[in-house]
């Protein structure tokens, strides 16, 4: 099975940062996409930014310029370094990621797992 685990969400000032993690664990045999998200109440789910396991980003955007997406490959981590955070990015921040695990019985399974959340409030 996956383990995913986000941390690094606050309570921040206008103009301040916070830097998200998206850590994933267990029986990986490759770790494809890997996605923030964010939902703030009574507001849809949308796509911040994306990172391809080549690399390749994508952003929001209403967060382009100010948020950058990376990943450590050695560590099967992805971070989401937030700067001049501002009050309409209050939301919960939720990771996906599409993943191959191996079974315990050995079999490739391919899915996509959402972590649970951290959430952000921008607020003076």
């Known amino acids: 099975q996956v383990q995913l685990v986000e941390s690094g969400g606050g309570l921040v000032q206008p103009g301040g940062s916070l830097r998200l993690s998206c850590a994933v664990s267990?029986?990986?045999?490759?770790?494809?996409?890997m996605d923030w998200y964010r939902q703030a109440p009574g507001k849809e789910r949308e796509l911040v930014a994306g990172i391809s396991n080549g690399g390749n980003t994508n952003y929001a955007d209403s967060v382009r310029g100010r948020f950058t997406i990376s990943r450590d490959t050695a560590t099967n981590t992805a971070y989401l370094q937030m700067n001049n955070l501002r009050p309409e990015d209050t939301a919960v921040y939720l990771c996906?990621?599409?993943?191959?695990?191996?079974?315990?019985?050995?079999?490739?399974?391919?899915?996509?797992?959402w972590g649970k959340g951290t959430p952000v409030t921008v607020s003076a």
């Open positions: 267990g029986n990986i045999v490759s770790l494809n996409d």
């Open positions: 996906k990621i599409d993943v191959v695990y191996k079974e315990t019985m050995g079999e490739f399974v391919a899915m996509k797992y």
